[in-house]
């Protein structure tokens, strides 16, 4: 079992509807080949769940007026404002999402959603949280998505953790740069202690990598120097 694990501060470009461009800036990460990896999972990490579609043309939303026809809710509301919403398809199909989701009753804004699905055989797992005053309705303030990939003998399980509207701005000249001490100053979460040892494992290896190379030339030397 291979465990890899990136990270990117930067900025998120709208450029359309369900349009985005991720724009690295800062970069620390594991991965032998780059973002190879992450790259194929990015359009999870901006979900839009007041679309037609929650991910580009894939998933109908739930919380579409159009597609209420593909799903059966269920909604309990207690003495406060918050309505708790739960939906599940009429159909079995991939397009279509199951969960629940906190939903202001006033405003039928969406505090926050949880749903799970299937999808070119990708199942994923999704906790959506907004800002809890309403602000920036559209981006969530956070969003984690648990993925789980099998194919010919290969499994992949990734974990997305995307967090908006961090602190500090970056100016646009920073791009594409690999500082693990910059990712350290500006991560917005404490890394879990597995993340932190993927970090210790891969810079181990760093140094085993680097000692095995030094001693490779040393030996090539003395060779040379013996003929």
């Not at 999972?41 to 919380?63: A, H, N, Q, R, W």
């Not at 961090?166 to 979460?189: F, G, I």
């Not at 040892?197 to 003395?222: C, G, P, W």
Request: hydrophobic content about 35%; aromatic content about 10%.
């Amino acid at each position: 079992q291979r465990e890899f694990l990136s990270e990117t501060y930067g900025k998120l470009r709208l450029l359309g509807e369900n349009d985005y461009r991720l724009d690295r800036q800062i970069i620390s990460n594991t991965e032998p080949h780059g973002n190879e990896i992450t790259d194929a999972f990015t359009e999870y990490i901006v979900p839009d769940i007041y679309g037609m579609t929650i991910y580009d043309d894939k998933i109908l939303s739930p919380f579409y007026r159009k597609n209420r026809m593909y799903y059966r809710y269920t909604i309990q509301q207690d003495s406060t404002n918050i309505a708790q919403v739960s939906f599940q398809p009429f159909l079995r199909h991939t397009q279509l999402v199951k969960g629940n989701a906190a939903v202001d009753v006033n405003t039928g804004r969406i505090i926050s959603v949880v749903f799970d699905g299937e999808f070119d055989m990708i199942k994923f797992h999704v906790n959506i949280v907004h800002e809890s005053d309403g602000t920036n309705s559209v981006l969530p303030l956070r969003c984690q998505s648990d993925l789980k990939f099998n194919f010919l003998g290969n499994r992949i399980t990734s974990r997305f953790l995307a967090i908006y509207n961090c602190q500090e701005t970056l100016p646009d000249s920073v791009r594409n740069v690999t500082d693990k001490a910059k990712m350290d100053s500006l991560r917005p979460v404490v890394l879990r202690k597995d993340e932190e040892e993927i970090y210790q494992r891969f810079y181990q290896n760093q140094e085993k990598q680097i000692v095995s190379a030094i001693k490779t030339d040393t030996l090539e030397t003395v060779i040379i120097d013996n003929d």
